[in-house]
């Protein structure tokens, strides 16, 4: 079947069943999986629309809740239409998007009626929205929830662009305060200034002055500070990217203590380490950095052991000037890493090598990001009353990212040339293909999931 067509059922000799993968039939109606049943070879009426995917594994989509799209305002970097194409060709059926770093931020009301207005009609994935919390917009908070946002983010440093500027604590306990009871989230960038470090003659080219100028210790300090505020309020909180394995230890002593405290990590802290990073190479460029190969591999415990939550991609896109590729200085180069479309894969590469399983990956990529974005009822499970959103891979198959198979706007990535296990070969958004074998549906066929509201409404 063509992508934009519509299926009623996908037959599968591999479909991953809580824990168990078994041959089965998934039935879809009205955009919802309505049953599955436990024998793909099960005789089905005539008048369905059957897709029979042979021996390809068939999980839930992936929910990404940590996207940069920034539409409007800084469409060059990426945009919409370009950014969910890649998502559908990555298996990902449902994307955040960060309040950051479009034009305006999502920090007020009428900042997310923008927002939504440039994304009507582009989305070829479901899409949700993340507000921002900055100095002086307490009294948007709840506004934007009974608007339907996913929740809030902050930064305690600066944030890369003047528009998003960073909280102080005095900030933070009028957020909390806005937030309690609400049900809302606020998610942390978890890094903060501590004493300066010196200046010296280190060459801005090498990887290591760069990583030098963000130590561990920046982001063991924010959250000390996030966990404190969180025991405080008891309101839910969420460090997003975490990259180092220092604040492990503090994370787990405050859930512990009765914190609402979720973590991610990335796609890049579990694939790549400084070691390996070449000099001028700014495409490897994030922040926080990616640190040594012994922290990556703390990483991996944590996420084993369940003191990570979630794994994500951080997609942040530039434009190649802002990567400074003509002086590779890391120190003046944007910070961010485009990684939308090659989550998965990128998991599972090493994942598969590390003892995790295909449900794993469902808890980690699918579940628990959808439970983090309050869409768990519809999203991340194959499970009768959810969306017949779908990714049908290969976990086997192996594959190079090459620019010809990037959808991203901006081809600059630091996978370029890696070779990747697990190929995604179509996927389905309530039961319709939007992505097969590098087509896509003739029209973007992703919902907004926001509630329509004026400015004015409150709580």
Request: hydrophobic share 35%; aromatic share 6%.
């Amino acid at each position: 079947m063509k992508p934009g067509s519509t299926v009623d059922a996908v037959r599968s000799q591999r479909v991953l069943c809580g824990n168990d993968i078994c041959p089965a039939v998934i039935i879809i109606k009205d955009g919802k999986i309505h049953n599955i049943l436990p024998h793909a070879d099960l005789p089905l009426d005539d008048s369905y629309k059957v897709l029979d995917v042979g021996s390809k594994l068939v999980m839930p989509g992936v929910v990404d809740c940590h996207v940069h799209v920034n539409e409007p305002g800084r469409k060059n970097w990426e945009g919409y239409w370009t950014a969910t194409r890649a998502a559908a060709a990555g298996g990902v059926t449902t994307i955040a998007d960060m309040p950051l770093n479009s034009i305006p931020p999502t920090t007020t009301m009428v900042n997310l009626m923008e927002k939504i207005q440039a994304a009507e009609g582009q989305c070829f994935v479901d899409t949700a929205f993340w507000g921002g919390v900055v100095p002086g917009n307490q009294g948007e908070l709840r506004p934007m929830i009974k608007a339907g946002i996913a929740g809030f983010k902050c930064f305690l440093i600066h944030s890369g662009v003047d528009e998003f500027p960073h909280v102080t604590d005095d900030d933070l306990h009028s957020a909390m305060k806005q937030l309690m009871g609400t049900g809302s989230v606020l998610l942390f960038h978890a890094e903060k200034e501590v004493q300066a470090i010196p200046v010296t003659d280190e060459d801005p080219c090498e990887y290591s002055t760069f990583l030098r100028s963000r130590p561990d210790i920046m982001e063991l300090e924010a959250i000390r500070t996030i966990t404190q505020l969180c025991l405080q309020y008891q309101v839910r909180c969420h460090i997003v990217h975490l990259s180092s394995a220092q604040p492990l230890k503090l994370i787990q002593e405050a859930r512990q203590a009765g914190a609402p405290l979720t973590v991610e990590t990335t796609h890049h802290y579990l694939t790549l380490s400084a070691e390996h990073i070449p000099p001028g190479a700014t495409q490897f460029k994030c922040c926080p950095p990616i640190r040594g190969k012994a922290n990556r591999e703390q990483l991996w415990s944590a996420l084993k052991t369940g003191q990570i939550d979630m794994v994500v991609s951080d997609h942040s896109p530039c434009t190649p000037d802002l990567k400074k590729l003509d002086t590779g200085d890391f120190t003046q180069a944007w910070g961010g890493i485009s990684s939308l479309q090659f989550g998965l894969s990128l998991f599972w590469t090493t994942a598969s090598q590390k003892g995790f399983s295909l449900s794993d990956v469902v808890r980690l990529l699918c579940q628990k990001p959808a439970e983090l974005c309050g869409l768990d009822q519809q999203k991340g499970s194959l499970s009768p009353g959810h969306d017949a959103d779908l990714v049908i891979w290969d976990p086997e198959k192996e594959f190079e990212v090459t620019e010809s198979r990037i959808h991203h706007k901006n081809k600059l990535t630091p996978y370029l040339g890696c070779k990747l296990r697990g190929e995604v070969c179509s996927t389905l958004l309530r039961g319709n293909i939007i992505y097969s074998q590098g087509s896509f549906s003739p029209q973007p066929l992703g919902k907004l999931l926001v509630r329509q509201c004026q400015p004015q409404a409150s709580l």
